[in-house]
RNA sequence: UGGGGCGUAGCCAAGUGGUAAGGCAGCGGAUUUUGAUUCCGCCAUACGGAGGUUCGAAUCCUCCCGCCCCAGCCA
């Protein structure tokens, strides 16, 4: 729905080049890849780049990209999660096909594979309390020391993994090793845990289980068995490298996948830990995971912005390996990119203040035209009604106007926008010294919005007619931290941004604006992006402020908007 | 003082020995019935630093500096 615009290049970068070389040599007969979240939270904007990257190679691959729940731990996931994030994936553009996939799906082939490795006297059940394993691994400058269980006969191994697995211990009682080097530089090779006993119930399995393969031995096995031939990571998994390829070359795996990182997104002003997110939702900092002001994909989805916006912003990102911070202004550009093609103009005041055209019929009311989209003739036009008694924006008129300032004062000319010039006469304050009404005055002939005479003004207001305005309850966003890198001072609580939510009850709409679809984008006219709020109803509009329009008016004079 | 990575403009990011793409932001200007959009122009003698190799280095070598990740029975 892009007009012509070109089909976007794919974007070129090192992954991409990876597997130009791996066809090249013939290394992989097709692509697969796999987005493999872990159902424990709902997927931000940071999980975004690594759905566009991974269904995206295999899209453009012409090979197939898995959705696999990454579900090893039960008492971190939920089904709620499990939902959500098929719900999101899908809303982003992407399609599994058939393949969506469990690593809970492979529990018991990743069991059989743990005795392989106990028969082959690479893997042994280690008794040692947690505690006791911690200072035994050593340090980062040190090497970690063998466990007394270590050299156990592949017997008692044997034995006591099966009963571990029929739930004899407790859990922590036991876990199941990898025996590989405790002297290893790489700590993920000193013995790393393979299997940990959790009386949990599984959300897939139920109580079927009661020991759970960590992260390390479930998702390379996961990938071999699914063909998957680029495992696309984040960097912090690097280390984990050695231990994946390890796993790989010493298991019966029917594939031999192979794994990359690349480094994943941060915004500023923005935190994508789902640690951090959880707690805002849990604590009610915010209404919840769909929270507009949240950057989860359910909540950018709520504040209207389309999930070409997010795809087109994660392709200008580009993927690569060095750590980096994009700039928030960077994502609100692809988001008013993409709203400025497809979304309907319409005017709304957000803040009114009554004008009474003077000399303009009382009990009367017209209609004008307006365009819907002047970027897209094929949206038409619609019919807006103009009377006596209108709203305009309190921004747009100033007693005493600064230099620059070309809107409305007293004695000054301005056009109503589809409108009538008008000329304000007068400003009517009250007691307080307030100013509560304009009294102005039209030029007939100017109806439309043009001078005969060829007069020019210098501004355009929109504005809204009083007697057929609808009311609507506006919600302005900001960001939700008010610094750049928040938590770097040591709190993330602390940089909270508690105007990050700003909510205007007396606004009036167009009424063509009474019709809205929840989530459908809209522009009003010289503020910006909205739409309706899934709270919206028709007794009670709710709009959601999406993203504003560039103001270089408001930047001109310092910001404050 | 261990292991693994990364340093190109304010922010992303191309570049893979032949003389610094592109985007965002910013700054000028044109058009404009949205101070929007669109359009035009400007914005790194310079690639973390210092040496070296070479006719030629962001790209190769050496040393140095800085930043990130790893000591979960989380992923």
Redesign the pocket.
Known sequence: MTRETAAPEPG???IR?IIDRDIAAGRNSEVVTRF???P?GYLHIGHAKAICLNFGVAQEYGGRCHLRF?D??P??EEQEYIDAIKRDVRWLGFDWGTHLHYASDYFERLYDWAEHLINAGRAYV?D???EE??MM?????EPGRNSPYRDRSIAENLDLFRRMREGEFP?????LRAKIDMAA????LRD??LY???HAEHPRTGAKWCI?????F??GQSDAIEGVSHSLCT??????RPLYDWLIENLPVPSRPRQY?F?RL?L?FTVLSKRFLTQLVSQGRVSGWDDPRMPTLAALRRRGVPPAAIRDFVR????????????I??F??AI??AL?RIAQ?RMAVLRPLRILIDNYPPGVSEELEAVN???DPACGRRRIPFGRELYIEQDDFIEDPPK????LSPGREV?L???YFVTCRDAVKNAAGEITDLICTYDPATR???APDGRKVR????WVSAAHAARAEIRLYDPLFNRPDPGAAGDFFADLNPNSLDVLTESRLEPALADAVVGEAV?F???GYFCADLDSAPNHLVFNRTVG????????RGGAG
């Open positions: 070129r970068d090192f080049d493999p979240p872990e424990n990454d090893t731990n008492v971190k280690d040692l309390p947690a394993m911690r691994r050593g340090t980062l400058t859990n922590g009682a036991r876990v530089g790489n700590i993920n790393p845990v940990r006993i959790l759970y393969p960590t992260y390390d479930a998702h960097l912090e998994f690097e280390d984990h990182e480094a941060n500023n200008s990102v580009g993927v690569a390996r060095a750590n980096s911070t994009v700039d202004a960077m609100e550009h008013r990119e400025n103009r989209n002047p970027e620059g300032f070309y809107r056009r926008r589809y409108g439309g919005g043009n501004a355009t207001l929109h522009q006219e010289r503020q329009l560039r103001d270089s008016w408001a930047k001109a």
